[in-house]
C-alpha cells in the first residue's frame, strides 16, 4: 500500500471574490487500483450546522486545538477518483454551480490531470447531499457524465425520489430535498440502485452506513490484500468526529444514528489499521484513524 505526499495543483482561470485555494491531489495505490482524490472547492458553514444541539463552550477546546475558531467552518470537499485499468470511477461528483460559489470546482481538477467528463465510466454515490450529487448536470441540465452508469443505494435514492420527504425533512433542507429529486429524476434511465454487501464493481463493495442520509453508503476498495475505506459524510470532519465521535453532529439527519455509525467505523478503522478516504477531512481526505484520549484523531502521511 502506497500513499504518496500530496501535492497542489494551483488553478488559473476565473477567479471568485476571495482567493482561490491550490486543487489537492492525494493519491493512494493498492495493487493495480489507483485513488485520487480531487477538490471540489470547499464549503462554507455557520458553527451551528456542525455543532447541533452540542454546546458552543463544549466544543470551542477541541476546535482551537485544530486551529478552528467557533463562527464558521470552510471544510474542504474531496471526490475520490478510482482508476484499476478498465474502469474510471467517481464517488460523488460534487456541488456543480449551484450550492456554493466556493465549490463545485471538480471539472477544473478533472482537467488538471487530463480527464475529461466523457471519460468516466462510473459514478457512485455515497449520498444525495447538494455537495454530493449537485454537480450531477451540465448547464442545459444534461447529465454531466453521459457515458458513466450512475450507482446509488437503494435506501437512499427511495428517501430522496419519496414526494413526502420533501414535507418531512427539516425546513432548512427543503431544497436539498428538491434538488435531490429533480437532479435523481434527469439520470433515471443512467440509474441502478444496490443494498448493504454488495460488490458493485471488481474490488469495490458497498457499506451500509446510514445517520447522515437515511441510506448513506460508504464503499470498501479491496485489492488483494490491500484495502481502504471510503467513508463519505459518515465521519465528516476531522476535529469533533474523532475526538468526540459519540456526540451528536448537526450535519446529520438522524444525529443519534450517526453516532452510532460513526462510533463502529472508527473502531474498524483504527483497529484494522485500514486507510481511509473522507470528503470533507483534510489534506486530500486520505488517512486513518488512531485512538488518542477519549476518542481517536485523524492521521495523514505529513502528520
Known amino acids: 500500500m502506497t500513499l504518496t505526499r500530496r501535492h497542489f495543483i494551483t488553478l488559473t482561470g476565473a477567479a471568485l471574490a476571495t482567493p482561490q485555494p491550490g486543487w489537492a491531489i492525494s493519491t493512494l495505490t493498492l495493487g493495480e487500483t489507483r485513488i485520487d482524490t480531487l477538490s471540489d472547492g470547499n464549503l462554507v458553514l455557520p458553527i451551528s450546522f456542525t455543532l447541533g444541539d452540542t454546546p458552543v463552550a463544549d466544543a470551542a477546546p477541541?476546535?482551537?486545538?485544530?486551529?478552528?475558531?467557533?463562527?464558521?467552518?470552510?471544510?474542504?470537499?474531496?471526490?475520490?477518483?478510482?482508476?484499476?485499468?478498465?474502469?474510471?470511477?467517481?464517488?460523488?461528483?460534487?456541488?456543480?454551480?449551484?450550492?456554493?460559489?466556493?465549490?463545485?470546482?471538480?471539472?477544473?481538477?478533472?482537467?488538471?490531470?487530463?480527464?475529461?467528463?466523457?471519460?468516466?465510466?462510473?459514478?457512485?454515490?455515497?449520498?444525495?447531499?447538494?455537495?454530493?450529487?449537485?454537480?450531477?448536470?451540465?448547464?442545459?441540465?444534461?447529465?454531466?457524465?453521459?457515458?458513466?452508469?450512475?450507482?446509488?443505494?437503494?435506501?437512499?435514492?427511495?428517501?430522496?425520489?419519496?414526494?413526502?420527504?420533501?414535507?418531512?425533512?427539516?425546513?432548512?433542507?427543503?431544497?436539498?430535498?428538491?434538488?435531490?429529486?429533480?437532479?435523481?429524476?434527469?439520470?433515471?434511465?443512467?440509474?441502478?440502485?444496490?443494498?448493504?454487501?454488495?460488490?458493485?464493481?471488481?474490488?469495490?463493495?458497498?457499506?451500509?452506513?446510514?445517520?447522515?442520509?437515511?441510506?448513506?453508503?460508504?464503499?470498501?476498495?479491496?485489492?488483494?490484500?490491500?484495502?481502504?475505506?471510503?467513508?463519505?459524510?459518515?465521519?465528516?470532519?476531522?476535529?469533533?468526529?474523532f475526538e468526540r465521535p459519540g456526540w451528536r453532529a448537526g450535519s446529520d439527519q438522524d444525529p443519534d444514528m450517526g453516532a452510532e455509525t460513526r462510533l463502529r467505523l472508527l473502531d474498524q478503522i483504527a483497529s484494522d489499521k485500514m486507510q481511509m478516504i473522507g470528503f470533507h477531512l483534510p489534506g486530500g481526505g486520505i488517512g486513518r484513524a488512531e485512538r488518542a484520549a477519549e476518542g481517536y484523531r485523524f492521521i495523514t502521511e505529513d502528520m
Open 62 to 241: 477541541i476546535l482551537a486545538r485544530h486551529g478552528l475558531g467557533t463562527d464558521q467552518l470552510q471544510p474542504p470537499c474531496n471526490v475520490t477518483l478510482l482508476r484499476d485499468g478498465a474502469n474510471t470511477v467517481l464517488f460523488d461528483v460534487g456541488s456543480g454551480p449551484d450550492f456554493m460559489p466556493s465549490a463545485g470546482k471538480l471539472a477544473d481538477a478533472l482537467d488538471a490531470i487530463g480527464l475529461t467528463p466523457g471519460d468516466i465510466t462510473h459514478v457512485v454515490f455515497t449520498h444525495a447531499h447538494p455537495d454530493h450529487i449537485w454537480g450531477l448536470l451540465d448547464d442545459f441540465d444534461d447529465p454531466m457524465y453521459p457515458n458513466a452508469t450512475h450507482l446509488i443505494g437503494k435506501a437512499e435514492f427511495d428517501y430522496w425520489m419519496d414526494p413526502a420527504t420533501v414535507n418531512s425533512i427539516s425546513p432548512g433542507r427543503t431544497t436539498f430535498a428538491v434538488g435531490a429529486k429533480r437532479r435523481l429524476e434527469a439520470i433515471e434511465d443512467l440509474l441502478a440502485t444496490f443494498g448493504d454487501d454488495t460488490e458493485i464493481l471488481p474490488g469495490v463493495a458497498s457499506r451500509a452506513t446510514f445517520g447522515h442520509t437515511p441510506g448513506h453508503m460508504s464503499f470498501h476498495i479491496r485489492a488483494g490484500s490491500q484495502d481502504a475505506l471510503i467513508v463519505g459524510d459518515a465521519i465528516v470532519n476531522h476535529h469533533l468526529a
